[in-house]
C-alpha cells in the first residue's frame, strides 16, 4: 500500500463497555445510533462498526436489537455505509452471536482472533479498574469463520498483538480463510500490544499476502496510531466506543466530531478518504444492486 490508497474511515458507534455517565454523546436508541450514521457519512465515514445495545444503553446480543439498530441505520444512509457486527463478548455463546449474523447478514462481522487478558488500568489509584480475560479459542474462531463464510459476509480480524496476526496463517492454509484478508490492528488495551507507531508497524509487516489492514486505538493514543496508518498506507478506525476525545483534549460532541478529524488527519497526509464504493472494492464486498 502507499499513500496514493485511500484510507477507509470506520466508525465504531457505540461499543458495549461504557455508558453516559462517562460520555454523554453515546448513542443508546436505533434512532440515535441512525442520527450519529449520519453525521458520520456526512463526514467522510464509511464503515460502521455495532456493538448491539438496548435502548437503555445495557449491551444487548438479541437479534430484535441489533435489527432495529440495522434498520434504523439503512432507513437513514441507505447503502452509503457498510454494516459491521461485533462478535466480541466475554460469557455470549458462539450459537447465539451467530443467531444474530444468520438474522441480519451484515456485509461484515468482526471476528476476535486470539485469548488474551483484558484490562484497564488506573496509574492513580495503582490498580486494575477491571482485569478479565478475553477468551478467542481457535475451536470458537473456527466456528465463527465458518459460519461467515457459510452466510457470505466479510470477517474483519480484530488483532490484539502481533501473535494474532500470526494466527491468520493456519487458517488460510487451512482453506477457512480467503485472501486477501481484511485486519484491524487494535492497540492500547492492557494486555495488548501498546498503541505506538513502531508498533504499528511491526504488526503490518506480519500480515500475510496482500492483506487490507487498519488501526483501532483506544483512549487517546487512537491519534497516534491513526497517524501512524495513514502515513504507513493503512485505513482508520475511530468512534466512541475507543475514545471520547479529540486531540486537544475536548469531549466529542458525537461520533461525527471523530469522523471529522479523522478526514481532517487523511487530507493532511496527502491521502483522501475512500467513498464507499471503493471502500467495498478494497475490503471484496459485493456493490449493492441497483433498484
Given amino acids: ?13 457505540s461499543g458495549a463497555l461504557a455508558n453516559r455517565e462517562q460520555c454523554p454523546a453515546i448513542p443508546y436508541t436505533p434512532e440515535e445510533y441512525a442520527s450519529d450514521a449520519r453525521r458520520l457519512v456526512d463526514e467522510g465515514g464509511v464503515h460502521i462498526h455495532i456493538h448491539a445495545r438496548r435502548p437503555d444503553g445495557t449491551p444487548s446480543y438479541e437479534i430484535e436489537d441489533f435489527q432495529a439498530i440495522r434498520d434504523a441505520i439503512v432507513g437513514e444512509v441507505g447503502d452509503a455505509a457498510i454494516i459491521n457486527f461485533s462478535t466480541g463478548t466475554i460469557g455470549v455463546p458462539v450459537e447465539k452471536r451467530i443467531a444474530y449474523l444468520d438474522a441480519c447478514r451484515p456485509e461484515v462481522a468482526a471476528l476476535n482472533m486470539g485469548t488474551m ?15 478479565n480475560v478475553f477468551s478467542n479459542p481457535f475451536e470458537e474462531i473456527m466456528e465463527l469463520l465458518q459460519a461467515m463464510n457459510d452466510l457470505g459476509i466479510k470477517p474483519e480480524h480484530e488483532c490484539f498483538d502481533v501473535g494474532h496476526v500470526g494466527s491468520l496463517a493456519p487458517l488460510i492454509d487451512m482453506g477457512l480463510l480467503k485472501e486477501p484478508v481484511h485486519v484491524d490492528f487494535v492497540m492500547g488495551v492492557v494486555g495488548g500490544i501498546p498503541a ?11 500480515l500475510p499476502g496482500d492483506a487490507h489492514w487498519g488501526v483501532i486505538g ?3 493514543a487512537q491519534w497516534l496510531v491513526v497517524a501512524a496508518a495513514l502515513t504507513l498506507g493503512g485505513s482508520i478506525r475511530v468512534g466512541l466506543e475507543d475514545n471520547f476525545y479529540l486531540p486537544d483534549g475536548t469531549m466529542a460532541r458525537s461520533n461525527g466530531d471523530l469522523i471529522a478529524k479523522a478526514r481532517q488527519m487523511t487530507r493532511d497526509v496527502g491521502r483522501r478518504p475512500a467513498t464507499v464504493e471503493e471502500a467495498r472494492r478494497m475490503l471484496t464486498l459485493p456493490l449493492p444492486t441497483a433498484a
Fill in 1 to 13: 500500500m502507499s499513500l496514493n490508497d485511500p484510507a477507509i474511515i470506520t466508525c465504531s458507534i
Fill in 117 to 131: 487478558n483484558y484490562a484497564k488500568y488506573s496509574a492513580s489509584r495503582k490498580q486494575f479498574v477491571f482485569n
Fill in 196 to 206: 505506538t507507531a513502531r508498533n504499528v508497524a511491526a504488526m503490518a509487516d506480519n
Fill in 218 to 220: 483506544i483512549s487517546r
